[in-house]
C-alpha cells in the first residue's frame, strides 16, 4: 500500500482541521490504517488507528474525545478530524498502514508527513 497524506496547515488553537490520506493498491481494505505524529525533538507517536472494516478504532490519549479516525474503503481513503487543537499537537502527521493491535497500530508502511501548526 502507498500512501499519500494530505491537509496539514496552520490553525488556531481551538480551531479545527481534517487531514487525509490517499492510499493506493488492491490490499487498502483489508489493512489497517492509522496515523502518527512527530514533534521537533520527540520521537514519533501513535496517534490513532483503524481497522480495515472501521469497526474498530483506539486513540492516544492525548487525543481521545477530540480526533476522530475515519476510513472510506470505496474512495481508498483515510481521515483524522482533529477538533479543539492545542498547543501541544503541532507536529508533522503521517498516514500509515499495519496491524491494530489492543489499543495502538503497529505500522509497516509510512506515508510523507503533513505538517500541522497551531497558533496561540
Known amino acids: 500500500v502507498q500512501l499519500q497524506a494530505s491537509g496539514g496547515g496552520l490553525v488556531q488553537a481551538g480551531g479545527s482541521l481534517r487531514l487525509s490520506c490517499a492510499a493506493s493498491g488492491r490490499a487498502f481494505s483489508s489493512t489497517d490504517m492509522g496515523w502518527f505524529r512527530q514533534a521537533p525533538g520527540k520521537e514519533r507517536e501513535f496517534v490513532a488507528g483503524?481497522?480495515?472494516?472501521?469497526?474498530?478504532?483506539a486513540y492516544a490519549d492525548a487525543v481521545k474525545g477530540r480526533f476522530t479516525i475515519s476510513r472510506d474503503n470505496v474512495k481508498n481513503m483515510v481521515y483524522l478530524q482533529m477538533n479543539n487543537l492545542k498547543p501541544e499537537d503541532p507536529a508533522i502527521y503521517y498516514c500509515a498502514a499495519g496491524v491494530l493491535y489492543g489499543s495502538k497500530l503497529y505500522a509497516n508502511s509510512w506515508g510523507q508527513g503533513t505538517q500541522v501548526t497551531v497558533s496561540s
Open positions: 483503524i481497522n480495515w472494516s472501521g469497526g474498530s478504532t
